[in-house]
Nanobody, 128 residues
Framework: QVRLVESGGGLVQAGGSLRLSCAASGLTFSRNAMGWFRQAPGKEREVVAAISASDGNTYNADSVKGRFTISRDSAANTVYLQMNSLKPEDTAVYYC?????????????????????WGQGTQVTVSS
């Protein structure tokens, strides 16, 4: 049974930092591409960052480029999202996602439809 558990969300002032963690179990972590998505009230879920299964290829949405960094630790079966210079518009529920099929090479995935497994979400609130 695949399980993704996010942690690290919370309330922070604008300009502050948070690091989200997503602990994965039940899958061959080093062979699955991963992603972080977010959903703000009244808005659609959007990709924030994505990382390939291998090669370390990453993607960051334009809205977070230069501020957020996605990384993974295969030894710990964990993917991270380091968020710096947070803005009020970053306020959302953040979700970790994992591909259900093995990914090869450096491909990452940007659509929520391409991910089979999801965490429960963690709230990030940035005050102005």
């Amino acid at each position: 049974q695949v399980r993704l558990v996010e942690s690290g969300g919370g309330l922070v002032q604008a300009g502050g930092s948070l690091r989200l963690s997503c602990a994965a179990s039940g899958l061959t972590f080093s062979r699955n591409a991963m992603g972080w998505f977010r959903q703000a009230p009244g808005k659609e879920r959007e990709v924030v960052a994505a990382i390939s299964a291998s090669d370390g290829n990453t993607y960051n949405a334009d809205s977070v480029k230069g501020r957020f960094t996605i990384s993974r630790d295969s030894a710990a079966n964990t993917v991270y999202l380091q968020m710096n210079s947070l803005k009020p518009e970053d306020t959302a529920v953040y979700y970790c996602a994992a591909r259900g099929t093995i990914s090869y090479g450096g491909r990452y995935y940007l659509s929520s439809y391409e991910y089979e497994y999801w965490g429960q979400g963690t709230q990030v609130t940035v005050s102005s």
